[in-house]
């Protein structure tokens, strides 16, 4: 129940029973110590719900902290893979140097072949501007047939030197093209870690001063906590109600973190969404991701304080929830690729979808299970409408076992229910 509302039936209350005692001195004096204990009650409420909220605080504050040391493993391990890269860029550029050297060396070997054979001929034929009366000029046949060998015997080795020298000259090309095929991989491969490596700088940069505000929004709690035991309800009421407010903000970015952690999975990885399936159901878009249980809470405004605010409302439900038993399969509502499968540590187990899978669909919809026991299914794997994702939990921000689907379209959060088949949880799929 919201603190607000406490405080205003309870004053609301103290008021009346004053007004319709007034009288004896008793009476009044009675009311006093009503209205007293009243608020003393109402006081104590409020430190413990600030009391709940330092330590949900400082439970974020530590997965924080591991985060940030995920994230900075994670810039390590990319900035080793770049350093990698660059030796291999620079092996394959040493491998093409070599290989250019090599091509012109045996460019010039033909060229002095050439060369060579040229200088045979000229004094071959020195004299004799036609090879023929040298022939028969010979003094014997036996001359004759020594001549027309050595001449043929000549052009027979020049032409396979000159050939061989080709083929060389020819099979390094290739070496040379593929390495460079290589080095362009190598560099197209630099510039996507490079890229990764900065989208996590910025991750960090964000996880860096979330980690701020957490440590001065404990910080305030614990000079709230102090103050309060002086302060008369109502500004205990204005404390809580700017409490309340930055721990709805806090929730919302939490939640928030879940869908972006699935837009970079899409930004660095290759999406191909299936087609449709032939188990796909005929006449509606979705299945019920949960065959039996009920809607404990519907898609819209809510008074539940831990959802966030949204669409202009203090407190909006993104989707809905589906309640059974714990261990329920939850099944992929629709055909499309899991872009994250993941747990909501990043904000602490108090506010976010706890173990949660997204799957991305067709015409830029996205479907989100929360509060999972466990999942099955990993980023990038392809799933089918019907395919067993996970199992219903109680994981994250949650009361008790239950699935939180939500259904997006563009990003935007939308009524799951006219996309699904009617009357609540069931097995229909036709």
């Not at 990043?346 to 989100?368: C, P």
Request: with cysteine; glycine share 6%.
């Amino acid at each position: 129940m919201h603190s607000g509302g406490m405080l205003g039936r309870a004053v609301l209350l103290a008021s009346t029973v004053a007004v319709l005692l007034v009288g004896s001195p008793t009476s009044v004096l009675a009311d006093q110590v009503d209205d007293a204990r009243a608020r003393l009650n109402i006081i104590n409420h409020l430190k413990g719900s600030l009391s709940d909220n330092l330590q949900r605080a400082e439970a974020q504050e530590i997965a924080m902290q591991q985060q940030l040391q995920e994230t900075q493993d994670q810039i390590n391990t990319t900035l080793q893979q770049i350093a990698e890269t660059e030796r291999l860029i620079a092996d394959l550029e040493s491998q093409i140097t070599a290989l250019q050297a090599h091509i012109a060396a045996t460019r010039l070997e033909l060229a002095r072949a050439k060369a060579d054979y040229g200088q045979f001929m000229r004094v071959t034929y020195k004299s004799q501007a036609d090879p023929l009366p040298m022939l028969l000029g010979a003094p014997s046949f036996q001359a004759f047939l020594s001549r027309a060998t050595t001449i043929e015997r000549v052009n027979f080795l020049s032409k396979q030197l000159m050939d061989r020298i080709i083929r060389t000259e020819r099979e390094l090309r290739v070496e040379e093209a593929v390495a460079r095929d290589k080095k362009a991989e190598a560099d197209a491969k630099r510039a996507d870690l490079v890229t990764q490596r900065q989208a996590l700088l910025e991750q960090q940069k964000k996880e860096k001063d979330l980690q701020l505000r957490l440590q001065a929004s404990i910080r305030q709690v614990k000079w709230e906590l102090v103050a309060i035991n002086g302060q008369s309800a109502e500004l205990a009421q204005r404390i809580a109600d700017m409490e309340i407010a930055r721990q709805d903000q806090l929730i919302a970015e939490a939640e928030q973190a879940a869908w972006q952690q699935a837009q970079f999975w899409m930004a660095h990885n290759m999406l191909s969404l299936p087609n449709q399936s032939a188990t796909h159901s005929t006449k509606y878009p979705l299945i019920w991701p949960q065959q039996r249980g009920t809607i404990s809470l519907p898609f819209g405004p809510c008074s539940y304080p831990f959802e966030p605010p949204g669409f202009g409302y203090r407190h909006f439900h993104t989707g809905i929830d589906i309640a059974f038993t714990q261990g329920t399969p939850i099944m992929a509502a629709d055909d499309g690729t899991v872009v994250a499968a993941d747990t909501s540590v990043l904000y602490g187990q108090l506010v976010g979808y706890g173990r949660y899978v997204i799957i991305a669909h067709r015409n830029n919809f996205f479907s989100l299970y929360g509060h999972l026991l466990g999942y099955k299914v990993k980023a990038g794997d392809t799933v089918r409408q019907g395919d067993l994702i996970g199992f219903e939990g109680t994981t994250g921000n949650s009361t008790g076992p239950h699935l939180h689907f939500e259904y997006r379209y563009n990003g935007q959060p939308t009524n799951p229910l006219p996309y699904l088949p009617a009357n609540g949880p069931n097995t229909f799929n036709q």
